[in-house]
Structure formats: C-alpha cells, structure tokens
C-alpha cells in the first residue's frame, strides 16, 4: 500500500475558526495513521472571486496555480467545511470552482481532483453540527470525480467543544475523529496503487 499524501484544508479562515482547529486535529492523526499530510491555509492565498471574463482575459491568477498545484500533488483531502445558511461557505466554494478550471498550456494540471479521495469534517455551533453543509460539498466533489468517503463527521456545540489548546473536550468525539482519519488513508492508500 502506499504511502498517501494527504493534503487538509479548512473553509474557514477566520481567527480562532472551529474549522480550523478540527482541520488541525485532523492533521496530526493523518500523520499518525502514517500518511504524509499537509496543512494548506486558504488565507495565504490572493483569491479572486471567481469571474469568467476574468479568467479570458487574464488567464488563471498565480494563487489558482498555486493551489491546483497542491491539489493536483495530493492524492486526497480532508475537508473541513463550516455552514453558511446551509451549505459550503463562499471561500471554499470558490476555491474549488478556481481550481477546477483548465490550464491551457497544462492539460495534467487541468484536473486536479478526478479520482482523488475526501474525507468531508464540519464544525458549527449549532445541534447539527454543520452536517446540512456537507452534502452540498459531497455533490460537488462528486461531480468533479472525487472518491467522497461515506463516513463523515460533523461536530455540534463546536464553540464548546474544544479546550484551551485546540483539542477536543470528548474523548468519543476524539476518537471517532481519529478512527475515521484512520480509515480515510487507508483506503487512499489502497486506491492510490491503482
């Protein structure tokens, strides 16, 4: 099996966003289930909202490059998603609609996500945990040909749920993190040999 490389990204770039710190902890178990794994932090990035004309006249802006390069490098990606009204929020949904975008003179690099592997997290404050968000992002990715692992977890209370250095008050809830993380590289592992 191989090693996977695995690539974590929070839809939030908010100080002290929920979604970050689960994309944190999210992190440190993919490397301890033996997956090399990186974090990409969208506020590092000069991210356009997305606009064809835009894109016609101009072509893709290096921060798109950028990020396509590291999506097109991984061979899958933890999600962690909060909910806006709903759904994904503006930030990551544009990310994505940028990335997927082609590169003229990169075919390889046109399709970043075909075939990839995703693990979808979500924290909210709210009971649901931001679980009615998570499957409009598996839509999406689904029809960009990402492999959406059918366990996910969305974590309720998230204002509460984490202790002064980020970690999860719930050892279950640790847990369950850790088990699904755990599962998440081993299957990419073993579809990544394919």
């Given at each position: 099996m191989l090693q996977?490389?695995?690539?974590?990204?929070?839809?939030?770039?908010?100080t002290g966003s929920f979604n970050r710190k689960l994309a944190g902890l999210a992190l440190l178990a993919?490397?301890?289930?033996?997956?090399?794994?990186?974090?990409?932090?969208?506020?590092?990035?000069?991210?356009p909202v997305y606009n064809g004309d835009l894109e016609e006249q101009k072509g893709?802006?290096?921060?798109?490059?950028?990020?396509?390069?590291?999506?097109?490098?991984?061979?899958?990606?933890?999600?962690?998603?909060?909910?806006?009204?709903?759904?994904?929020?503006?930030?990551?949904?544009?990310?994505?609609?940028?990335?997927?975008?082609?590169?003229k003179d990169d075919p390889e690099l046109s399709v970043p996500f075909k075939n990839k592997t995703a693990l979808l997290l979500a924290a909210s404050p709210g009971a649901l945990g931001g679980l009615?968000?998570?499957?409009?992002?598996?839509?999406?990715l689904t029809n960009l040909g990402v492999i959406v692992m059918p366990g996910q977890m969305a974590l309720p209370q998230a204002h509460q749920a984490f202790d002064g250095n980020g970690k999860l008050l719930?050892?279950?809830?640790?847990?369950?993190?850790?088990?699904?993380?755990s599962e998440f590289v081993t299957m990419t592992g073993r579809l990544s040999t394919v």
């Open positions: 996977p490389n695995i690539l974590v990204l929070a839809g939030s770039t908010r993919a490397k301890s289930a033996g997956a090399a794994a990186n974090e990409l932090d969208l506020s590092m990035f000069d991210l893709l802006p290096e921060s798109v490059v950028e990020i396509k390069k590291s999506f097109f490098n991984c061979n899958g990606f933890i999600f962690c998603s909060p909910e806006y009204n709903g759904s994904v929020s503006a930030l990551l949904k544009n990310t994505v609609d940028w990335a997927s975008r082609p590169v009615r968000g998570l499957s409009h992002l598996r839509t999406i719930d050892q279950e809830k640790q847990a369950k993190l850790e088990g699904l993380v």
